[in-house]
């Protein structure tokens, strides 16, 4: 190959190199200038290059943030917090997804979302960092907690109002009851047909206003008189519910049967109210046969699901949710005693320990209740 040619061939390559060169340096700043992220590099605490981005989150120009140092953006309250994390993020090597807050030119806080690494720049070491708007975000968060936080104070109120009301009530009621029971019995048979019958109206009323404001109290209870959580043996608080129902057991023949149970982490009093409440509805809506009741527990991960299925009545589907409801009931008292609170009182006391309650029905095709515990969670944990 003569010289001529190989001169030649070496400025084409180094041509093509400048070529590369160029196009490299291109992509660079359209990669960097046009980010829809803001990027930076900071030396010595000051920022040495900015994108517009950046500036526009901050409310600058590009000019006014170089050598600017860095830290002046980010408001005083967050600014040892930031610097710890520089120097975290030097001995990890990044730090990715960091949330703090900066004031713009206009004084306006904003909060930001920060990825940083170490790199070398112009042989000096430094940080390329990129930054994103994060403010609706925290401000939907923010408004969130706020609701979350009202939502619980005013439940809260609403369980205490519930409570003072069904148990301030029982006193006078009390008194109406046992005036109308004393008049029953003293004038009894003395006034007309009516008046017996409107005293016993009266009595029957006064009863059941009893039953609503115990079962009321009762509700109110789960959530404000609860017991912290301790290791609870299901099988003991089936056994002990199952002792409370003794007497409407025996007098249905009720056959209860129920699987080896765990051990959960729970309000042991309130365990008992929840299998009781289900076992005595398994038994109350029977059908003409002996009622079969069986209890039996799967475990899937943190969460145990119990279930109690019956052979009773059963429950057509489109009540499946409304029966959790306070006060709902399907039946009139004529057919089934009962206030409506006792499935409504197992919602409460499932949620409190982490659950969901469910049923899984069909007309005279018996009931599935199922309801679950979280042992990793629940309110008293
Ligand atoms: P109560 O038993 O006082 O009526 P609950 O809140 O315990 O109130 O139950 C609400 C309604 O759900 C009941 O009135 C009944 O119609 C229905 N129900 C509950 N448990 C069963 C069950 N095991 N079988 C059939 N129906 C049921």
């Not at 003293?186 to 079962?215: N, P």
């Not at 206030?339 to 919602?347: E, F, P, Q, R």
């Amino acid at each position: 190959m003569s010289q001529i040619s190989k001169m030649h061939q070496r400025i084409t390559k180094s041509e093509a190199m400048t070529g590369e060169l160029k196009q490299s340096k291109e992509l660079f700043r359209i990669m960097f200038y046009r980010s829809p992220i803001g990027s930076y590099i900071i030396q010595n605490g000051h920022f040495r290059l900015v994108n517009r981005q950046l500036a526009h989150i901050l409310g600058y120009e590009e000019n006014e943030l170089l050598g600017k140092p860095s830290l002046s953006f980010v408001l005083a309250e967050d600014r040892d917090a930031v610097r710890e994390n520089a120097v975290r993020m030097l001995k990890g090597g990044c730090s990715v997804g960091y949330e703090f807050r900066v004031i713009n030119k206009q004084a306006k806080i904003k909060w930001v979302m920060e990825t940083v690494v170490p790199i070398c720049y112009r042989r000096k070491r430094a940080t390329l960092g990129n930054l994103i708007d994060v403010t609706e975000r925290k401000q939907m968060e923010e408004r969130l907690q706020q609701i979350t936080a009202e939502m619980q104070r005013s439940n809260t109120e609403l369980e205490q109002f519930a409570y003072v009301i069904s148990h301030d009530l029982q006193e006078p009621l009390r008194m109406i009851s046992s005036y109308t029971q004393l008049l029953a019995k003293r004038y009894g048979k003395k006034l007309d047909d009516d008046a017996d019958e409107f005293i016993g109206y009266t009595v029957d009323g006064a009863k059941r206003m009893q039953m609503l404001l115990h079962d009321l109290l009762e509700y109110s209870r789960v959530g404000t008189r609860g017991k912290p959580f301790t290791p609870v043996n299901c099988e003991h608080v089936v056994k002990q519910a199952m002792a409370n129902l003794k007497i409407a057991i025996e007098e249905c023949n009720a056959l209860v049967s129920y699987d080896t149970l765990p051990t959960v982490m729970g309000d042991e009093g309130q365990l008992v109210q929840l299998f009781q409440n289900l076992i005595g509805n398994a038994i109350k809506f029977r059908r003409e046969e002996a009622p079969q009741v069986h209890i039996s527990a799967q475990r899937r991960n943190n969460i145990i699901t119990f279930t109690v299925k019956d052979n009773g009545i059963g429950i057509d589907p489109q009540h499946s949710q409304s029966i959790f409801e306070i006060f709902r009931r399907l039946h009139t008292r004529e057919e089934y005693p009962g206030t409506g609170m006792g499935l409504a009182i197992c919602k409460k006391i499932v949620e409190r320990h982490g659950g969901h309650i469910s049923v899984q029905s069909q007309p005279r095709q018996g009931s599935t209740f199922y309801f679950s515990i979280d042992m990793a969670g629940g309110e008293a944990k």
